[in-house]
Structures are given as C-alpha cells and as structure tokens.
C-alpha cells in the first residue's frame, strides 16, 4: 500500500536553531501534502497545505516565515522551523492523499527545543 | 466548514468489554469519515472508513462504525476489548473538492483515550 516517510522521527535542538523535517510519499505521486501539529494532550491540528511547485497555504495563526514549506517535486515536502523556541515543541506529523477517500500519515516527528 | 466532536476524552473499559467511542460531526455536503488510532510517540494509523457506501464499515483488529446520517454520527464500537487496544483514538472529516486538492486535508475530533483493564 501507499506509504509516506517522514524524517526524523526524533529531534531535539537548541533554541534560536532551525530544524528540517521532511515528507516523503514512497510509491505514489503527490501534488499536494498537509502538514499537522499535535501539542501534548491535545488533537492534531492543521497547519498547512503544501503544494508541489507553488507556494504553501497556511491555516490562520500560523506563522509563515517561520514555518517554512518546501514542496519541490511530487514526493517530496519539507517544513523547516526557524529560530524554533521550546513552545514550538511538540509532534509534527505530514500526510499526502492518495485519492479522496485515503490519506497516509507520515510516522511523526517529535520536535523538543531546549 | 466541517467540524468533529469527540464525546468524552477519556473512556475505561474492562479487558472483554463492549468498546464504544462517539463521534459526532457537521458537514454542509456528504462526508468522508475516518478512525485513527495512535499508539504513543507514533503516527496515524487508519482503522476505517466512511465513503458513501455501505453504512456500517468493518475496519482492522476487530472495529466497526456506523454511519447514521440523521443523527450526524459515526461511532467506532468493538464488541470485547483487548489490552492491545488501549490507545488513543481520533475521529476525522474530510469533504474535499471537485479538483482533488484537499485529498488528505482532514478535520480531526479531540481524541479519546482509551484504557482497557484486566
């Protein structure tokens, strides 16, 4: 079945530093992924829409310049968070659509800045 | 816009015991409904599905739910609970649009833990 990787799965970092978290859909193109952010204790919330060869569209609240998404081919997606501070922890999760009815998630990323 | 409502953060069963999680959602247009299920420090796991086919869907390790359009619900049951199901479980929404854009754009309910006792 469709499968998407995302990397790392795991990361801690200082604050002030920028950290690189990428999506990838395994076996299938993806013109557009989504990128989730789960605080502890708390549901998956969207974050934004990336979108192959375009720029991404971000929900409201959510900083663009500093959360910055990549979406330079079909199956591949990054977000970077720059000049992360430690209310920026929490679990980042990346998901692309197969068809409208299915959508893969990527396995998570755990993002804790000190 | 589309929104789900989770019925309950937290839910305790006994090992053996009937599994009920509600699920109550709000769509202008027919839905697509899902039940994840997330083990800690992991991602999404699809349970099942909701396309506008058979009302009842049968999903993986023993889960089930029930579309009932009139009443806006899509409840995820098991008939005996497993110590292995003790997780955290979220109902989702997607509507989608005719262009296939928002494929994967899902609107996710609170949550609910599950624990299961022996």
């Known amino acids: 079945g469709a499968v998407v990787s995302q990397h790392p799965s795991r990361v801690i970092c200082k604050s002030g530093t920028s950290v690189k978290i990428e999506c990838r859909s395994l076996d299938f193109q993806a013109t557009t992924m989504f990128w989730y952010r789960q605080f502890p204790k708390q549901s998956l919330m969207l974050m934004a829409t990336?979108?192959?060869?375009?720029?991404?569209?971000?929900e409201q609240g959510v900083e663009k310049d500093k959360f910055l998404i990549n979406h330079a081919s079909l199956t591949l997606s990054t977000l970077t968070v720059t000049s992360a501070h430690p209310e920026d922890s929490s679990f980042y999760i990346c998901?692309?659509?197969?068809?409208?009815?299915?959508?893969?998630f990527g396995q998570g990323t755990r993002l804790t800045v000190v | 816009a589309q929104s789900v409502t989770q019925l309950g953060s937290h839910v305790s069963v006994s090992e053996g015991a009937l599994v009920l999680l509600r699920c109550n959602y709000s769509s202008s247009v027919p839905p697509y409904l899902f039940w994840y299920v997330q083990y800690p420090n992991q991602g999404l796991q699809l349970l099942l599905k909701y396309t506008s086919a058979a009302t009842l869907v049968k999903g993986i390790n023993g889960f089930e739910a029930e579309f009932k359009k009139s009443e806006t619900s899509f409840h995820l049951t098991k008939p005996s609970a497993h110590m292995s199901d003790a997780a955290e479980y979220f109902c989702a929404v997607s509507v989608g649009d005719a262009g296939g854009t928002s494929y994967g754009k899902l609107t996710f309910g609170q949550g609910t833990i599950l624990t299961v006792h022996p």
């Open positions: 998901s692309a659509g197969l068809t409208l009815k299915r959508a893969f």
């Open positions: 990336s979108n192959e060869g375009s720029k991404a569209t971000y």
